[in-house]
């Protein structure tokens, strides 16, 4: 005889039965119920990630992206905005809108590219030169929508990486090519000595840069640091050239040599010409004063009465001296005790 075993085959007294006590849970409930809760904390995590706003230094694109819409361009929201909904699982691009640069520096911590940088150019003479230069700019916000789409998508511009990729390929080449075209138009001399030579390379390179890069990348992305995004009265948006910083540029060692040297040469040429002078002068002078001494009838009243006071105080010096002063006021004589003629 099987007995009944507690707590499982016992049966349900009739009022519990009616309750539905006493029994397992229905299965479908239990799995409604969890599946709600899931459903409500996917929801709720989407939604505060759908929630964005973007800082005082950057500005921000939005495209669709949820399950029920296309990858399209919502909006732009400016920088510093307040907390938005972007919509659930809508794409985020954020851009700067604060000065930019891009630095070429023999410096290893101080350019855009790690280690020692430098660009490599030529002079009008024919001598390789080295190039340090600082770019700045801004990214033209006018145009954003333009530039996330034909630029930004391509490097993935809205990281820091791909930020940086996109100047090294837009940037890099246009400002070694404009600088080697700047370079040749001077003499190592001159770039060396003069510094109104290397302005001139570097107000060159602003003029050329801005165009050359547009001409890249196919419209003005990118205008100087002045650039303020806003229209004029006729409606147009003014993007201003990039500001240019050159250093003095670096000449080879032996080049560097032989332009001392021949600095000290000239140098050593000019003080010989100036003590030759000196000395031709000074004989000059004594010429004359001899001249002036034999030709009595050319001697000016001012020169005799010099002579004649050197006369005075040379006789005051000698006891019993006499001084003899010529008709006419032509010459002066002085005699001294002991002297021919005395």
Known sequence: MNLPTPGRDRPLRPER?????????????????????????????????????????????????????GNQ?????????????????????????TQRNYIISMRPDEGDISGADTVVASTDDKITVQWEVAVYFKLNTALLRQFHENIGLKYQAWTENGWERMLNDSFRQ??????????????AEDLLGNEDAVNEVQAGVARTLQERVSSVLGQEYFCGPTFLGLPDAGGTVSCPEFTVTLKKPTLPEPVLRAFEQNRVSASEVVT???????????????????????????????????????????????????????PEGTGVNVVSPGAPGA
């Open 174 to 187: 246009q400002i070694e090519s404009a600088l080697q075209i700047e370079s040749r138009r001077f003499t």
């Open 17 to 69: 039965a009616a309750l539905g006590l006493g029994g397992p849970p229905p299965l479908p409930r239990i799995v409604l119920f969890s599946g709600m809760a899931a459903a409500l904390v996917v929801i709720v995590i989407l939604g505060f990630g759908a929630l964005m706003k973007t800082p005082a230094d950057r500005i921000a694109i939005s495209y669709g992206g949820g399950p029920f819409e």
């Open 73 to 97: 361009f919502q909006r732009i929201v400016r920088p510093g905005s307040s907390l938005t909904f972007n919509g659930l699982l809508d794409s985020w691009y954020e851009y700067p809108v």
């Open 272 to 326: 010989a010409q100036n003590r030759a002078a000196a000395l031709e002068e000074e004989a000059r002078g004594v010429a004359r004063q001899r001249q002036a001494l034999n030709d009595g009838a050319a001697l000016s009243p001012e020169f005799l009465g010099y002579l004649r006071s050197q006369a005075m105080v040379e006789c005051a010096r000698n006891p019993g001296c006499t001084m003899v002063v010529a």
